[in-house]
């Protein structure tokens, strides 16, 4: 397989394959698998407009210069309206594109919940097989996508845009709570030194981080000018030899597959029943019934189940 | 003071009342409106006509005054084109600066008053021929300038004393003004004998014309730098050139370049004052730079209220004593963005139209577009149309001839309203989050030019908005005008190889510590000029000043935006 | 659907729509977005999966990117004049790394000889000033060349 050498169109339409679940892709996930377990998988989180991209970029030239194999998957919405999607966030680490042991892919979500998470991580498992050292994905920073894909990574860095106001208002929201390293942006900034202050107390409080042995830290950086990411990497690192040590690794690959597998499952089933609810005449008197009050929604659910299953 | 007595008005909101009620009525049967609602590019909805009743409570001497005083609406001078015609000054240079030295001349035989360099995108950008990214630009939209040593040959022959140059350049603004200053010292003109304008406005960079190189703020530290450096020694320079013209070339619409414009303009002065600098010693130097668009009266309009805008925020809010401190001096150049590539004759029409509204706007200098420009450089004689359009306006069209004719038209003066009162609107939602820099970094005015772009083009095609060649009267045409072409692997060549020269030659040892007193002057935060000028003195490179800049500033790249 | 009517048949079934993706590049030191971005969002509105590199990208950047994304089209837009410089090394390298099967079309103003001349060298078609974003998308529809 060229792309196991590196070839970067072979990896693009393994990867083509892989997102859009054609049927060629079952086999050839399935001999990547086999290989994979062995990639440094890393989520980066964070509102819309704090800044992932940038930071990415800085975290690409850290991991270059040790010279690590780096993949990112970078996730952007699709438009619900026209199901079209436009994604810039390329635009910060294009300046990596013409790097061999470098692969940037933009994915949009394209309206469906699971699918995204989906392929999302089956794409992790793609890079994983295929020997990259580490593995960024940029998630667009809201919804239960978000927390799907992360729970999924081994290490979660969440990126805090200070000056936002109660900072830790704005991370006690899904993903955001449980991150493994914190990042506050524009380390310049004399609000920076605020929302440091807040989310320390968040985690000294243990509002913030999950259960676990891992303390997590709260870093500032300055991706603009390069400032803390030398230090950031090196805590991505440090919890990285943490994951190793309590298994959490292991667990993580585990748990990526599982979550594949039910991303796939609940976006297949979300699909079917809004094909079915269109199409099948039947399900649509009960609707109709439902509609016009002679039918009440609870007991219309396990009639279309009924019918369904 | 309302300038119209009472019962006058009365009368006519009262038989205006009637019209609506009776004559048009029975008029719009027989003759219905082409459209459903006239409004124009700014989005501005316009009635059929306008009455006195439409500017009942005018005060003449709040809104108007006289030409020459507060706020200067009527116009900055007393006597405007009647004293002197504006200074018809056309953006020129291509090629190599042999090239250049040559069209320069040219120009200046021809009757041009005043020089206007174009530089190519790797001087733009501080990038020397040399570097990777600049192959194939070299020369291809201005002159090439890497080191002193190209500027030295673009002025070879010129009396530096006698002509005022415009740069067109920004984030390398110092650099070439340094260049410029080195080489009227070599032709023994002294820093306060030179005149002329830098661009130099870093902030519209990120929204508009996109040539930005530091982040927002240090883009804005260093266009102050060369504010203050001026404001000490180069008593006849304009230091910058605060730019609409971009903001109409990215899509914005003209409410949104005179909005952004002055927010941009508050931002410098502001900064100004808190470095210490006396608004009154600064502000007199400022200069702008708007576009002026096919639409004559929104463009009138727009400059009239420009004026009086600036000359309110200057007295009233930063408050200004001098009368010039309030005076909003500006340069004009016909709308690029609306020359059409299909029958390009046509555009020689929109430009004198555009000159049109840009003269009786009363802007103080004009570049006329080439009809060719939608499709390469001007060829010579594409130019000199243009400049023969504005010597037509000047010495026979008569609007050259009585200061602010169009003042007193309900409509003009209307919309000259109209227009103040939506972009304080705009300038007040800025300056509540902060200003310009704070709004450039959430997007705001990126996002908003770029909806009107989007707008402007989705109403072209659903023809809301006829465009002559393009979406109606088209013709089936080959299109055959004569192409300025020159060879420009030979210039890129040609520059590298002077390049090489220079370096060769130079002492390289003065050139790396000139650089490492830049680089910790920046460091300092100490304004960078006076550094800038020892390092191109020894022939330090632009690339090379840039570079030391970059090192300490940082780069910036886009958020992506639609 | 009965019962004992089985709910998913092939893995076709499972794979969304594939939707167009193209590549939207500025390729060369100018810094005029604005029709890049206008033609971005249109192409986005009618459906289709676009990716913006922004401005200042060297050919190199272009088609490595055209290639990790695996995109059907690539939208080049330069205003800038350099286009007979950097065009050609565009279409020179997908040639070198044996791509056929990707779309290049190019935005901007490129005076009619010009335009011959990238014809000549695999440009699908040039779009000048003025160009209806309808006939943009339109052709691009049309042109792909791998199956939707």
């Given at each position: ?7 970067q ?15 060629s ?5 399935l ?10 998988v ?10 992932k991209s ?12 040790k ?55 089956a ?16 998630t ?5 996508t ?8 081994h290490?979660?860095?969440v ?10 208002q704005?991370?006690k929201a ?18 920076a030194e605020?929302a ?5 107390f ?14 997590p ?9 390069g ?7 090196d ?8 994951a ?5 690794f292991y ?38 019934q ?20 | ?9 009365n ?25 459903p ?21 005018y ?48 120009l ?18 501080g ?7 600049s192959?194939?630009?070299v ?8 080191s ?6 673009i ?45 130099n ?20 530290k ?6 203050e ?32 414009t002055?927010a941009?303009?508050i931002?410098?002065?502001?900064v100004?004052?808190?470095r ?13 730079f708007?576009?002026?668009g096919?639409?004559?009266?929104e ?49 020689i029409?929109?430009v ?5 509204a840009a ?6 200098s ?12 001007p ?23 009585v ?7 309900y ?17 007040d ?57 020159f ?9 590298i ?19 490492r007193?830049?680089?910790?002057a ?24 840039m ?16 | ?16 729509k594939?939707r167009?993706?193209v590549?939207v590049?500025?390729?060369g ?30 050919p ?7 290639i ?5 089209a ?27 099967d990707?779309?290049?079309t ?43």
């Amino acid at each position: 397989m060229s792309a196991l050498k590196g070839d970067q169109r072979s990896i693009a339409r393994i990867i083509s394959e892989v997102e859009y679940f054609n049927p060629s892709s079952s086999e050839i996930l399935l001999e990547l698998m086999k290989m994979s377990g062995y990639s440094h998988v890393i989520g980066i989180t964070g509102a819309p407009g704090s800044g992932k991209s940038t930071l990415i970029a800085r975290l690409i030239d850290e991991f270059r210069s040790k010279d690590l194999k780096v993949a990112v998957i970078a996730v952007d919405p699709s438009s619900p309206f026209s199901h079209g999607a436009l994604m810039g966030n390329r635009i910060r680490m294009q300046k990596h594109a013409t790097d061999p042991k470098v692969f940037i892919r933009s994915l949009a979500t394209r309206g469906y919940r699971g699918g995204i998470s989906a392929a999302t991580l089956a794409l992790v498992e793609v890079f994983d097989g295929l020997g990259y050292d580490k593995i960024l994905i940029e998630t667009i920073g809201v919804g239960q996508t978000d927390i799907d894909i992360m729970h999924a990574a081994h290490t979660i860095v969440v990126l805090v845009n200070p000056g936002t106001g109660d900072e830790i208002q704005a991370l006690k929201a899904g993903i955001m709570e449980i991150g493994d390293i914190y990042v506050i942006s524009k380390a310049d900034k004399p609000e920076a030194e605020d929302a440091f202050k807040q989310v320390l107390f968040g985690i000294e409080g243990g509002i913030l981080g999950q259960e676990s042995d891992w303390k997590p830290t709260v870093l500032k950086v300055s991706a603009m000018m390069g400032q803390g990411i030398k230090e950031l990497a090196d805590k991505i690192d440090e919890h990285l030899e943490y994951a190793k040590k309590s298994n959490r690794f292991y667990q993580q690959i585990k748990s990526r597959r599982l979550q594949t597998l039910k991303s796939s499952l609940s976006w297949f089933i979300e699909n079917k029943l809004e094909d079915s609810l269109k199409s099948n005449a039947d399900l649509n008197n009960i609707i109709e019934q439902v509609k016009s009050g002679q039918e009440s929604p609870y007991n219309a659910v396990l009639k279309i189940v009924k019918k369904l299953f | 003071m309302s300038l119209f007595n009472e019962d006058a008005l009365n009368e006519i909101k009262k038989r205006l009342k009637a019209w609506e009620e009776e004559t048009i009525k029975n008029d719009l049967i027989k003759y219905p409106e082409r459209l459903p609602e006239f409004k124009n590019i700014s989005g501005i909805l316009l009635k059929r006509f306008y009455t006195p009743a439409d500017i009942e409570n005018y005060d003449y001497f709040e809104k108007l005054g006289f030409p020459g005083e507060y706020p200067f609406t009527r116009g900055i001078h007393a006597t405007m084109y009647r004293g002197r015609i504006w200074t018809m000054r056309m953006f020129s240079g291509y090629g190599s600066p042999e090239y250049t030295n040559e069209r320069l001349k040219f120009l200046l035989k021809h009757g041009e008053t005043g020089l206007s360099l174009a530089f190519d995108f790797p001087t733009l950008l501080g990038l020397d021929a040399d570097d990777p990214l600049s192959h194939g630009e070299v020369g291809v939209v201005g002159v090439s300038v890497s080191s002193l040593k190209d500027m030295e040959v673009i002025f070879d022959g010129i009396p530096m004393d006698q002509v005022t140059t415009n740069m067109t350049i920004n984030p390398p603004a110092p650099i070439l003004l340094s260049f410029y200053i080195v080489t009227a010292e070599k032709q023994g003109v002294k820093p306060d004998q030179i005149g002329g304008t830098t661009q130099n406005d870093n902030l519209k960079e990120f929204f508009a014309q996109k040539s930005y190189v530091f982040p927002p703020e240090a883009g804005l530290k260093i266009s102050l730098d060369v504010i203050e450096y001026s404001a000490k020694y180069l008593p006849k320079w304009n230091p910058i050139s605060i730019s609409g013209y971009h903001i109409r070339e990215a899509g914005g619409t003209a409410l949104q370049e005179l909005a952004f414009t002055i927010a941009d303009g508050i931002e410098y002065v502001r900064v100004g004052i808190e470095r210490g600098m006396d608004v009154d010693v600064f502000a007199p130097r400022l200069s702008f730079f708007f576009a002026a668009g096919t639409d004559l009266f929104e463009e009138v309009a727009k400059f009239r209220a420009a004026r009086r805008m600036w000359a309110k925020i200057m007295k009233e809010r930063f408050n200004a004593k001098k009368p010039r401190s309030m005076w909003m001096r500006f340069h004009t150049q016909t709308s690029g963005v609306t020359l059409t590539a299909q029958q390009p004759e046509n555009n020689i029409i929109r430009v004198a139209i555009q000159a049109l509204a840009a003269v009786l706007g009363g802007t103080q200098s004009l570049h006329t577009n080439s009809f060719d420009e939608a499709w390469a450089l001007p060829s010579e004689k594409a130019v000199k149309i243009a400049l023969r359009t504005q010597q037509v306006l000047a010495y026979e069209s008569g609007s050259a001839d009585v200061v602010d004719p169009l003042a007193g038209s309900y409509y003009v003066e209307w919309l000259t309203d109209k227009m103040e009162e939506e972009a304080w609107k705009i300038i007040d939602r800025i300056e509540k989050i902060g200003g310009m820099v704070e709004a450039i970094k959430r997007g705001i005015p990126q996002r908003e030019i770029n909806d009107s772009a989007y707008k402007f083009q989705k109403d072209v095609e659903e023809k809301r908005r006829i465009i002559v060649g393009v979406n109606a009267f088209v013709e089936e045409e080959k299109l055959e005008i004569p192409l300025l072409r020159f060879n420009q692997e030979e210039v890129e060549k040609h520059q590298i190889e002077r390049l090489r020269k220079v370096k060769e030659t130079r002492n390289k040892a003065s050139v790396e510590w000139s650089l490492r007193e830049l680089k910790s002057a920046a460091q300092r935060n100490e304004n960078v000029i006076p550094y800038i000028i020892k390092a191109v003195r020894v022939y330090a490179t632009l690339g090379e000043i840039m570079g030391t800049l970059k090192e300490v500033y940082g780069e910036w790249v886009e958020t992506p935006l639609f | 659907m009965g019962r004992n009517a089985s709910l998913l048949s092939t893995q076709t079934e499972l794979a969304p729509k594939r939707r167009i993706k193209v590549l939207v590049a500025k390729l060369g030191l100018d810094g005029h977005d604005r029709g890049a971005k206008v033609v971005a969002r249109a192409l986005k509105d009618a459906g289709m999966e676009v990716v913006y590199t922004g401005i200042r990208q060297t050919p190199e950047q272009v088609v490595n990117a055209a290639i990790q994304e695996d995109v059907d089209a690539i939208g080049i837009s330069i205003l800038s004049g350099a286009h007979m410089a950097l065009i050609p090394r565009v279409m020179q390298m997908l040639k070198e790394k044996g791509i056929d099967d990707i779309l290049v079309t190019v935005g901007g103003t490129i005076p009619t000889d010009d335009i011959v001349k990238l014809k000549s060298i695999g440009v699908a078609e040039v779009f000048i000033p003025g160009t209806p974003l309808s006939e943009i998308i339109e052709f691009i529809k049309n042109n792909v060349k791998r199956k939707q």
